[in-house]
């Protein structure tokens, strides 16, 4: 089993930049795929952005394209997610998820057994 920990989040203004870490602990984290969801209040838990156990491959949602940035280091067993010309709408609890998804479910929280607790990101305007 996998161990998260998401640290990072808090209160910035439009326009401005966050960086979220994941820390892994439990199961070698380098075996893993992990990606990174959002859930804003009274919405359903939605896809931001995907890592492959490399590194070497991610995928992101439409919304974040070109502003969010993941990355991982496996040596640190630390992945991240750095948020960059952040909006009000991407204002929600962030969370950090490992697993090995396969094909369509990569971009769905039921290919990942993996869950940190959260971290809320708040931008004002």
């Known amino acids: 089993q996998v161990q998260l920990v998401e640290s990072g989040g808090g209160l910035v203004q439009a326009g401005g930049s966050l960086t979220l870490s994941c820390a892994a602990s439990g199961s070698p984290f380098s075996n893993y795929a992990m990606a990174w969801f959002r859930q804003g209040p009274g919405k359903e838990r939605v896809f931001v952005a995907s890592?492959?156990?490399?590194?070497?491959?991610?995928s992101y949602a439409d919304s974040v394209k070109g502003r969010f940035t993941i990355s991982r280091d496996n040596a640190k067993i630390t992945g991240y997610l750095q948020m960059n010309s952040l909006k009000p709408e991407d204002t929600a609890v962030y969370y950090c998820?490992?697993?090995?998804?396969?094909?369509?479910?990569?971009?769905?929280?039921?290919?990942?057994?993996?869950w940190g607790q959260g971290t809320q990101v708040t931008v004002s305007s």
């Open positions: 998820a490992a697993g090995r998804p396969v094909g369509r479910v990569m971009r769905e929280p039921v290919g990942y057994p993996y």
């Open positions: 890592s492959s156990a490399s590194g070497t491959s991610t």
